[in-house]
């Protein structure tokens, strides 16, 4: 089974969401960008919620960066991949480098991202945490760390595509999992997807500056309760 592209599976992975029940009341998306944002931006407007990004690095091994060892999350979360490190015969220490750098970018990238307009409200809210793939799982362990700091009321993890034991992994720490594909041999995120070009930092600020204008319409328009219209053009 492959997705056209992230839009295509973003509407997917929001039709799934809808059939479990799902709304844009007292929800927050929040996607991980960069390739997650393209596919959250269409669950948020599907359900006609707000989005968001929590922003995280992968830590890569020293002398190998595409080896995910851990990652950092906005708001000064570190996960590490305990065993994985001892596999490959690399202590913290030997982090200590790649970590502080990680955490610069997320520092650069939170501040590009949201263009100086402020995060929504989480506390009390329940979040779904968008992706468009999981492999690892480095990532989603980070940003869920920096998620539940905010103090939310429930998060769903929504994703297309997710490698199976690492979502099976996951599950204890979330209240939910939306996935219509799992597998045990997800060898490439690209293998899913038809058009897995990399997403640009300014797609990313794009839809977030076009999901917050589109929502404050809607929000004013319309009172609580009531439908919504359907997403707005690309």
Known sequence: MYFEDRVDAG?????RLLE???????????????GGVPVAYEVASALGAPLDVCVVRKVGAPNYPELGLGAV?????????????????????????????????VEERVARFRQGAPPPRVE????????????TGATVWAALQALRARKP???????????TLTLNALRPLVDDVVCPFSTLSLFSIGQWYLDF????????????????????????ASPPGSAHPGPPPR
């Open 124 to 135: 009390g809210q329940r979040i779904l945490l968008v992706d468009d793939c999981i492999a």
């Open 197 to 220: 070009r990399q997403v640009p930092d300014e797609e990313v600020v794009d839809l977030l500056t076009l999901a917050r204008s589109t929502f404050e319409q809607r929000r004013r």
């Open 20 to 34: 479990a029940g799902y709304t844009g009341e007292d929800t927050v998306v929040v996607g991980l960008p960069r």
């Open 11 to 15: 509407r997917r992975l929001a039709r």
């Open 73 to 105: 999350a906005e708001g000064g979360v570190v996960f590490l991949d305990r065993k994985r490190m001892d596999e490959v015969d690399v202590t913290e220490d030997d982090l200590r480098g790649p970590i502080r750098q990680k955490t610069e970018e």
């Open 153 to 163: 009321g429930r998060i769903v993890l929504a994703v297309p595509v997710a490698q």
